[in-house]
């Protein structure tokens, strides 16, 4: 990985833009320098100061990241206020994250609990190990859900499912995470970053354009009725079409070629 200048836990891997999330310190807690050094990130990369195809997101240490640093609610002399300043900055990562128009995602070992539960919901794509745990964990020290879980979870599993597995504070192996959809998919334990950047690294090497209409669709569908989602799909279809990219693609497929898409960026 290639550090951006200024940047302590933000790197290139070639065309994916790696943004470690949690380090061992303290035990993978959800680490906030990491968190504003993301927030930053994303900006850059969506004003076009960074180039990259995709995000991936990363715990630097044994898990994912194991939630929020309790100890630093505790020792807060202001709880409330401690907790709305760092909820506030997760939440300008997690619409960033939202807003971006490549590809996210998550290399979820270990635990992903609290926070981390949120991030790996807030990816396009969540790639985990076989020891692979979820726990949305809020419940267990009387607090409620930050990181967008209320928002992402439900879409993910279902209302009833989301308010059983928050409620109960369930703890998700991978395999279940996988049966209900929150992870993609399950590798080995010790193959799941470099599985994770192998797809985020095919993401950046494929049809960005595509890519980012169809996250716009998707974003969209939760919001629409049938026939203005009908209306959206025909008009990016046909603004596609008209790009490079799928130009490139259409002509690729017709003379039996792989297609360039780097070339028609």
């Given at each position: 990985?290639?550090?951006?200048d ?29 968190v504003?050094e ?12 960074i ?20 100890r ?12 709305l ?6 939440h300008d ?10 590809p ?14 949120s991030?790996a ?11 692979t ?10 607090l ?18 989301a308010?059983?597995l ?17 992870l ?9 970053k470099d599985?994770?950047l192998k ?5 950046a ?11 716009a ?10 026939s ?5 799909e ?25 297609p360039d ?5």
């Open positions: 990985m290639t550090t951006l200024g940047f302590s836990h933000v790197g290139l891997d070639g065309d994916v833009l790696r943004i470690a999330i949690a380090t061992a310190a303290n035990g993978t807690a959800l680490d906030f320098d990491c504003d993301g927030t930053a990130a994303l900006r850059a990369l969506a004003a076009g100061e180039a990259a195809g995709a995000v991936l997101l990363v715990g630097d240490g044994a898990n994912f990241c194991a939630g929020g640093n309790v630093d609610f505790a020792g807060a002399p202001d709880r409330a206020a401690f907790l300043d760092i909820a506030n900055r997760l990562f997690v619409r960033l994250l939202a807003a971006t128009t490549v996210v995602v998550a290399a979820v070992q270990g635990w992903a609990a609290g926070a981390g539960m991030l919901c807030a990816a396009d794509i969540a790639i985990g190990g076989e020891s745990k979820l726990r949305a964990a809020y419940p267990g020290v009387g409620t859900p930050d990181g967008g879980m209320s928002f992402t979870l439900p879409r993910i599993v279902g209302a009833r499912k308010a059983e928050i409620l109960s504070d369930t703890i998700i192996d991978a395999d279940e995470a996988v049966r209900l959809g929150i993609s998919r399950l590798v080995a334990d010790d193959a799941v599985e994770a797809v985020a690294a095919g993401f090497a494929g049809p960005t354009s595509s890519y980012a209409g169809i996250k669709l998707l974003a969209r569908s939760g919001g629409s009725t049938l203005d989602q009908l209306d959206a025909a008009a990016s279809i046909s603004a596609a079409a008209a790009g490079p990219t799928g130009r490139e693609g259409v002509d690729a497929f017709v003379e039996k070629r792989r898409f780097a070339a028609s960026r």
